[in-house]
């Protein structure tokens, strides 16, 4: 079936460092994908999404590219804040037409002043 | 702000009582809700989409007698757990989508003493 992996956490930084969190997918057909923020006490976000390969999605100084040879979508900041600080959570949709969610196991990413 | 909200944000229950959980869309007319559960360290996993108006759509391995859901309006989705048990504890979310776009709740915490 389909499924998420990501890696573990928590990924702990100094502010202004670059991050990159890993995700690769494993998907029938041709699945859009997304990542997915949670800040503490808050519900998950969209952070961005892309929908065909090699598109790429971007928000708030966060990309990641959608890489069909390698099931891959990695999320990468080239600087990061402390109020990056927060749940990190890579989904696909099997694009099916349907709106359900496959999540991987998120990843918390910690950064430091 | 938030677009669905979630009540209560947690709850302490003893094992063998009954727990209802609230999700309201407050911004749109949701016809189709979905509800997740998150274990410690682990990914959301999808229980079940609630339709407005007919049965819930249960994911495999989830038991409907077990966990309840109601989609009585198209604001609000109820889920309830039945007999409530200590392996019931857990995070509970909800959603709603439009197009591909999720909107989550904040979470129910539920710990079944």
């Known amino acids: 079936g389909d499924s998420v992996t990501q890696m573990e956490g928590p990924v702990t930084l100094s502010e202004e460092a670059f991050l990159t969190i890993n995700c690769t997918y494993t998907?029938?057909?041709?699945?859009?994908l997304f990542w997915y923020v949670q800040y503490p006490g808050e519900g998950l976000q969209l952070l961005l999404k892309?929908?065909?390969?090699?598109d790429k999605g971007s928000n708030k100084g966060f990309e990641a590219t959608y890489r069909k040879e390698t099931t891959s979508f990695h999320l990468e900041k080239g600087s990061v804040q402390v109020s990056d600080s927060a749940v990190y959570f890579c989904?696909?949709?099997?694009?099916?037409?349907?709106?359900?969610?496959?999540f991987g196991t998120g990843t918390r990413l910690l950064v430091s002043p | 702000g938030a677009v669905v909200s979630q009540h209560p944000s947690w709850v302490i229950c003893k094992s063998g009582t009954s727990v209802k959980i609230e999700c309201r869309s407050l911004d749109f007319q949701a016809t189709t809700m979905f509800w997740y559960r998150q274990f410690p360290k682990q990914s959301l996993m999808l229980m079940a989409t609630s339709n407005e108006g007919s049965k819930a759509t249960y994911e495999q391995g989830v038991e409907k007698d077990k966990f309840l859901i109601n989609h009585a309006s198209l604001t609000l989705s109820t889920l309830t757990v039945t007999s409530a048990h200590p392996e019931d504890s857990s995070f509970y979310i909800c959603s709603r989508g439009t197009g591909e776009t999720q909107y989550f709740g904040p979470g129910t915490r539920l710990l079944v003493l």
């Open positions: 989904a696909l949709s099997p694009n099916t037409g349907f709106q359900k969610l496959v």
């Open positions: 998907a029938t057909g041709y699945p859009s």
């Open positions: 892309a929908t065909k390969a090699d």
